[in-house]
T-cell receptor
Framework: KAGVTQTPRYLIKTRGQQVTLSCSPI?????VSWYQQTPGQGLQFLFE???????NKGNFPGRFSGRQFSNSRSEMNVSTLELGDSALYLC???????????FGDGTRLSIL | TQLLEQSPQFLSIQEGENLTVYCNSS?????LQWYRQEPGEGPVLLVT?????EVKKLKRLTFQFGDARKDSSLHITAAQPGDTGLYLC?????????????FGGGTRLMVKP
């Protein structure tokens, strides 16, 4: 059974640009969540989507947005990139409810 | 805001020693999950504990969920170099507004041969 797939694995951007990250969940999983991981702040919740609807949002500025498609695949977009956005962005999928979340290997975003 | 405090932050031990990692919160969680993460990879789920007082064993790893579902511990017996990694606890809050994992700060474990 294929796991959560995130693309691309690595990305280098400059300040002011925008970026789109992609996540394909485990087959049958309808809930997709995004997290930002940095050495200083650890893993922080960005948002969760279920059946194409955003159900939960973490404490991040509006530059961070996302969406989910009818096949449960999800994208995350960050506009007007800042140096502080350099991080590992992780996607996790689950069946929803209290079911555990399973993570992809992340996209490492570096801002120059 | 649900906060999870994880301790210790760093742990360096010799092969064969035992260790315990603690995860504490003032909030009640629907369930608590433990993950292990290695460099360049995403967190891998080790176990989910749901019921207060629950104890789960995974080979040399023992996980316990506090009676009030606010705290948890991970005990490793006879640690091996292969246990080296970042251990993360995460509390799941689930409700009508969806679900959200709140992570502890992580425990970076190094087991020396």
């Amino acid at each position: 059974k294929a796991g959560v797939t995130q693309t691309p694995r690595y990305l280098i951007k400059t300040r002011g640009q925008q970026v789109t990250l992609s996540c394909s969940p485990i087959s049958g999983h309808r809930s997709v969540s995004w997290y930002q991981q940095t050495p200083g702040q650890g893993l922080q919740f960005l948002f969760e989507y279920f059946s194409e609807t955003q159900r939960n949002k973490g404490n991040f500025p509006g530059r961070f947005s996302g969406r989910q498609f009818s096949n449960s695949r999800s994208e995350m977009n960050v506009s007007t990139l800042e140096l502080g956005d350099s991080a590992l962005y992780l996607c996790a999928s689950s069946l929803g409810g209290e079911q555990p979340q399973h993570f992809g290997d992340g996209t490492r975003l570096s801002i120059l | 805001t649900q906060l999870l405090e994880q301790s210790p932050q760093f742990l360096s031990i010799q092969e064969g020693e035992n260790l315990t990692v603690y995860c504490n919160s003032s909030s009640v969680f629907s369930s608590l999950q433990w993950y292990r993460q290695e460099p360049g990879e995403g967190p891998v789920l080790l176990v989910t504990v749901v019921t207060g007082g629950e104890v789960k064993k995974l080979k040399r790893l023992t996980f316990q969920f506090g009676d009030a579902r606010k705290d948890s511990s991970l005990h490793i017996t006879a640690a091996q170099p292969g246990d080296t990694g970042l251990y993360l606890c995460a509390g799941l809050f689930w409700g009508d507004a969806g679900n959200m994992l709140t992570f502890g700060g992580g425990t970076r474990l190094m087991v020396k041969p």
